[in-house]
């Protein structure tokens, strides 16, 4: 459970972010969910995943601060996918919660929201 959402996405930072900080140019993007910041019943193993990418990207928001080198965490709400059919109970401990603040996502609004998300996109960098 820790290993892609959380492992995956340090192995790849540390592959290849040293290049982005030589070149004074890049971005990382890390895509998580509101179990960054939310708990619920038999969950565990998946929030601390989450919360631990979550921190992760946020720790490095400030390490790469000056760097040229943007660090952006994409925080979806619930996307639409086959991972609710091969955890079939898992739907029903998920909080509910305001569509607006945690909406059932498509595969493609969640791509398209995570390509809005770009560093690049962004005017806060």
């Known amino acids: 459970m820790i ?4 492992l995956a996405a340090f192995n790849l930072t540390r592959a290849f ?3 982005m ?22 969950a565990s193993a998946y929030i601390a995943a989450r919360r631990a990418l979550a921190g992760f990207a946020e720790a490095l928001q400030s390490e790469l ?27 029903k401990n998920v909080p509910q919660a305001d569509p607006r603040l945690m909406p059932t996502l498509t595969p493609k609004q969640a791509a398209d929201a995570i390509f809005e998300a770009r560093p690049e996109r962004s005017s806060s960098w």
């Open 17 to 19: 972010a040293p290049a």
């Open 21 to 42: 900080i030589s070149r004074g140019a890049g971005g990382l993007v890390f895509v998580t969910s509101p179990a960054s910041y939310l708990a619920w019943p038999n």
């Open 65 to 91: 601060k000056g760097t040229g080198v943007a660090v952006t965490l994409v925080v979806l709400g619930t996307v639409d996918t086959p991972y609710w059919e091969h955890n079939p109970d898992s739907r």
């Open 3 to 6: 290993d892609v959402p959380y």
